[in-house]
């Protein structure tokens, strides 16, 4: 009756077929990998604690960007409204956060902030800011 000290429940609906839903029909399945598939096909971008593709990118799009004396290197977009640090040098670093993302309203208080750990791809930081950039209005189009 006891087991890892629990007590074992006896299992009440046992037997009984469980209904399957629609919705549970439509969920994704995991891929099969066919025998010929090797990890090797495919090398995924991982984080290299370079700033890559990032700062070259903000620059086209008029953001002032510039490196402090600690190496630590930031970006501000044209109207002030947007910040994107890349910190290693910063007391975060420690913990694991290399990039910092935020946006401020008009009086300078931030409205969000992300944040992204060293090990991730700077590809990866500049598809998301490109998205930002690409997204004219502060809803998204289901939003607004």
Request: charged letters at 15%; aromatic letters at 8%; a negative charge.
């Amino acid at each position: 009756m006891f087991k890892y000290g629990c007590r074992e429940k006896p299992q009440v609906n046992e037997g009984i077929p469980v209904p399957v839903t629609h919705s549970e029909l439509l969920l994704p399945r995991p891929a099969k990998l066919s025998p010929l598939h090797t990890p090797a096909a495919r090398e995924w971008p991982r984080g290299c604690g370079c700033t890559g593709p990032v700062f070259p990118f903000l620059e086209a799009h008029g953001w002032t960007v510039i490196t402090d004396p600690d190496a630590n290197v930031h970006a501000t977009s044209p109207d002030g409204g947007m910040y994107v640090g890349f910190l290693p040098e910063a007391p975060a670093a420690r913990h694991g956060d290399l990039w910092h993302i935020r946006t401020l309203d008009a009086d300078g208080e931030p409205v969000w902030q992300q944040t992204f750990p060293d090990g991730i791809p700077p590809q990866a930081v500049a598809g998301f800011l490109a998205g930002l950039l690409a997204t004219p209005t502060a809803l998204c189009a289901h939003c607004s």
